[in-house]
């Protein structure tokens, strides 16, 4: 029997130890802010809305409108209210800087009774008419 010799393994010599380079820590300075304007929106304002809620139910089938002088109004034709509920009309008119002259009318064809309506731009305003 041939013996075949065993093949010892080189152990080579351990890795030098490298020295780490340690980073001292400092506080961080603070960044200075340079101050800014504040922040302008670029949307443009909401117009002053006039709403002019009428309480009266005028029946099934019929609507109210609205006649006299301010935006969008006319003392010739009406304008249409919406109706919110089966006794809630409601108008909304657009900005202006004067006072709001008006009667409601039924059908456009049906005058209120008693004077006009005033109402100061911009307000709310929840009004009971009798015909």
């Not at 002053?48 to 309480?55: E, Y």
Request: charged letters at 25%; aromatic letters at 6%; one cysteine or more.
């Amino acid at each position: 029997m041939k013996k075949t010799p065993i093949k010892t393994a080189k152990i080579s010599a351990p890795a030098k130890k490298v020295p780490v380079k340690t980073v001292k820590k400092t506080a961080a300075t603070p960044v200075k802010k340079k101050a800014s304007a504040p922040a302008v929106k670029t949307s443009a304002a909401k117009p002053i809305m006039t709403i002019i809620t009428a309480k009266i139910d005028i029946g099934f089938g019929n609507h109210l409108y609205l006649r006299g002088e301010g935006p969008g109004l006319s003392w010739d034709m009406g304008l249409p209210l919406d109706c919110v509920t089966d006794d809630q009309w409601r108008i909304a008119l657009p900005e202006t800087s004067k006072p709001i002259l008006y009667k409601f009318l039924i059908n456009d064809l049906t005058w209120s009774a008693g004077p006009d309506y005033i109402t100061e731009p911009g307000k709310k305003v929840t009004l009971t008419p009798s015909f």
